[in-house]
């Protein structure tokens, strides 16, 4: 069996019809989840880019991988799904974004060369790169926001698209009186795209995964990773005007939010991105561009779902539909992601398994405590492997897909963010290390506890679904919050660095020291079987006949 | 200046003339006490050789660095003193112990070989080997517990000591009737090691250190590392029979401890070591043993002392002297080590810097709460590089050594022991990643949580110096409990794994994306300087001729 694992750059989890997007259809999305299992309470590790993925990379937990933040190292040897799938016998390729920095420092430290196998999957984090793109061209008077070589760049140029970077001026701008009118700017995100729609981001992916189907060795994972629907946000013709102003939602927003709210949450609702997505002209402007890029997201997983069942592999398929976070969108006055709302902490996640086991959960929903990291373990699983719980702290999701009850399952979701290279850490006048979230969520109750001697953030999602109410500093509430924080302690006790010795292997080394003779209790050897002293009892010739034993 | 980092195993802090032991004079102990700082409170990371010894070279918490127990590999990558130290120039050398298992796997997976420089320092936890000898050359019906070779057996060999293991016929073993008494069984501890002490193992490595002094490159580090005075207890003549009955103390135990104990501390008084220590024969057998051998360790430590003088390097070496645990020698009916007790969990530091900043300590004690992951990060201050507190854990205690009160310091020392290898973890029915306890003490109060749901320990040092009265089940101190377990929730959600980026890097990282054109807040371009967004206003033309800026 393969795995097409395909991942989506801030899409909301509720941007898809299947779950219940009023305006927006997505049916080849809804055709995934009616194959298989829609995850209804999913949860990155992490709303932000890097450390979220890092974490569907590692099964791990950021503050257990230590790639808190976007262009934080993974730190060299960390063991990746590409390590484990490929102790399993299956190829682990990369197709696309990653956000993924090499730890240059460790490699040098271990002399390991990015341009040697192993160099280089240190540098992909245990990918092989198939084609890495991680989709954002930024240029500012500082030079490119990211330095390595743009494959999509330079198909552009090979289609003609003129200029250094076609990303920028062609993909990710429209054309405003003969001028170009980039995308980055809000005002312009109702302009198609200036690009023709075939050599846009997202259809050019997808080719390259069609390309790779067609030629890679089975059995292979492959992370079909899109830049999109993150921003800019702009996309070509015909999506760029199928939705309009009608199309955009009420913000999800309350002014008692705006009263008094907590340090941190106020810093974040004074950033520029959240004051853009506070006006609604940018809402009106942004989301229909957002929803069109999902459209086409759709239309290009189409192809891809047709292409597996042209080739008879949709039976031997296993496909993954997710996300790195959400997106606010303005919803709580904010833009981007980074807190722990729903908007920008849960993410969607649907997982079709060809197998026999899976039929009776097809086209059903799972509302169970689901995380990121579960995701490496249920591929290693997939892969026939049993999954080495002393490095991927996720745990399976293979129950819910084969109609199982697990034993026990999480009684918390548990989110990070690490904010300490933002302004917003400067403001609060916090130092690196306690500019740091904890999102703990029971399925109810949801607590955000933030380092730096600030109260808790609490909501109650039965009473208050909408996240309006932060109840962290109510006293009536304190057994609730100690409940959670009792959680989180634990959470912060668990065993993730033993990661050189798995439960097996200690099981097998009791009582070993005593066979190879550790003895530190004997008083005249008679507590012993004599086998255990043998070497220790006189006379002295007979031990060295015995040799080395 | 140089380093001399000295340790012993299994040193008890309160066994030594400068610490009070009303018996053992050690005027060597106590001539560097007068010559530097004796740390009075100062714990180790872990009551166990491995993992104790790893938190000193690497200046990590155990479950931050993973080897968690003795033979947990410490994972390939992880940053060590070594590291820190060659990085300013100065050379990291082992000379004798350090209990270390390479991360085989780990390394193979990165294609190191034990045979490269790299690959040897990953395998020697950093080090580079000048003679490496763990000193437990064990042998029984299944071989030996170390199985590399014994560079201390092959210099007995070469002695003309006959056998395949000398260590154990003759260093670590008397003589009875012509036959070897073997130094495991308890009985022959008041025994001579049937030696010429010359070639014992204590004098040995001194001799190997004086040999290193004599040859190696300055500056350097040297990590003298004795296997005593860790059991087999026996010791060569004269030291065999120094201390008599009479000099062996009350033992330190309460009938009260046995009335309803904590289950994990019940479950260790009855395990084979407690059991043979609860019996006063041999405490009579093997305290006068233990004396004798750290008596020989004094008298060795002076040969160094004195070469040192001689060469005049005595006042450009730092020294430090210290343990990586203690031993219990039946004080709280147990033996060896592994539990929190102050026998087995406070260890000996003394630290002599040569400089002039150190006059104004010289000769006097602090009782700051101080950690064995200091130690790292005093040495790479010494060395004169900055502590990479993204990395190392530990604080520099420079400020103490020189006579400066530390802005802030740690309010609680923390200890860990996982025992999930040990037979309590069977009998007490636990899952190996429940068989974990952690020690909270701030220098009055001492908590030990227990994961697995037992309630947890707790000691009030002030009014029960001795450690004799659990007051964790008494309702009217919830309120201490409460407070110790806030201490360790912090701890727990530190920031250990961070390791590839420093506090420094990351203000070094603020505003830099806003730079390189990462602008997802404009609607018109109006809100920033028109620098950062001049590769995305039109004309295209004009873009192109920027190039890549």
């Known amino acids: 069996m393969n795995i097409l694992f395909i991942m989506y750059d801030q899409l909301r989890f509720d941007y898809l019809g299947c779950a219940g997007h009023p305006r927006l259809h997505t049916p080849n999305f809804d055709r995934v989840a009616r194959m298989g299992v829609r995850f209804t309470n999913a949860y990155c590790q992490s709303p932000v880019c890097g450390a979220s993925r ?83 061209w930024g240029e500012g008077p500082d030079g490119f926001y990211d330095e390595k070589r743009s494959p999509y760049n330079e198909y552009l140029k090979s289609k003609g698209y003129d200029g250094t970077n076609p990303w920028a001026d062609y993909a990710n701008a429209g054309i405003e009186d003969g001028d170009i009118a980039s995308g980055w700017m809000f005002r312009n995100a109702d302009k198609p795209a200036n690009i023709a729609e075939e050599d846009s981001e997202t259809p050019w992916l997808t080719s390259e995964t069609i390309r790779f189907m067609e030629e890679a060795k089975r059995p292979w994972c492959a992370h079909v990773s899109y830049i999109k629907p993150h921003w800019p946000y702009i996309v070509p013709a015909p999506y760029h005007d199928m939705f309009g102003a009608n199309d955009v939602p009420q913000a999800l927003r309350h002014p008692v939010e705006r009263e008094d709210p907590h340090p941190v949450y106020g810093a974040y609702m004074e950033n520029p991105i959240a004051r853009a997505f506070q006006r609604d002209e940018v809402r009106q402007k942004v989301i229909p561009a957002y929803m069109g890029l999902i459209k086409q997201c759709d239309d290009q997983l189409g192809r891809l779902l047709d292409h597996l069942e042209a080739t008879g592999e949709l039976s031997d398929t296993m496909i993954v539909l997710t996300s790195d976070h959400g997106d606010y969108l ?18 969607p996640m649907i997982v079709f398994d060809p197998r026999p086991q899976a039929e009776a959960t097809r086209g059903t929903t799972c509302d169970a405590l689901v995380e990121s990291i579960d995701l490496a373990a249920t591929f290693v699983e997939a892969a026939g492997g049993e999954v080495p719980d002393h490095i991927i702290e996720g745990r399976s999701l293979m129950p819910f897909l084969h ?54 953030m609490l909501f109650d999602l039965d009473t208050d679904p909408e996240e309006f109410h932060d109840l962290g500093g109510d006293p009536d509430l304190a057994n609730q919050i100690a409940r959670l924080y009792d959680h989180l302690a634990r959470w912060g006790r668990r065993m993730s660095q033993r990661v050189t010795r798995s439960d097996a292997d200690i099981e097998a080394m009791r009582g070993r020291s005593l066979r190879r003779g550790i003895l530190p209790f004997l008083y005249d050897g008679s507590e012993v079987d004599s086998e255990l002293t043998q070497k220790y009892r006189g006379p002295a010739r007979q031990n060295h006949v015995d040799g080395d034993g």
């Open 54 to 136: 890092m974490s569907f990379y590692t099964g791990r937990y950021p503050s257990s991988h230590g790639a808190q933040w976007n262009g934080f190292p993974l730190r060299v040897g960390e063991v990746t799904l590409g390590d484990h799938l490929r102790k399993l016998g299956m190829d682990c390729w990369l197709i696309g974004k990653t956000h993924m920095k090499a730890d240059a420092e460790g490699m040098a430290r271990l002399g390991l060369s990015p341009d040697s196998v192993i160099g280089a999957r240190q540098a992909e984090c245990g990918f092989d790169a198939w084609v890495r793109d991680d989709g954002l």
């Open 330 to 347: 303005g919803d709580h006055w904010l833009g981007e992601k980074d807190l722990f709302h729903e908007p920008s902490v849960k993410i």
């Open 403 to 456: 109609g199982r009850e697990p034993e026990d399952w999480r009684e918390v979701a548990i989110s990070e963010y690490d904010y300490s290279v933002t302004g917003m850490c400067t403001n609060l006048g916090l130092s690196p290390r306690d500019a740091r979230l904890f999102m703990v969520f029971d399925g109810r109750w949801k607590l955000i506890h933030a380092e730096g001697g600030f109260r808790p």
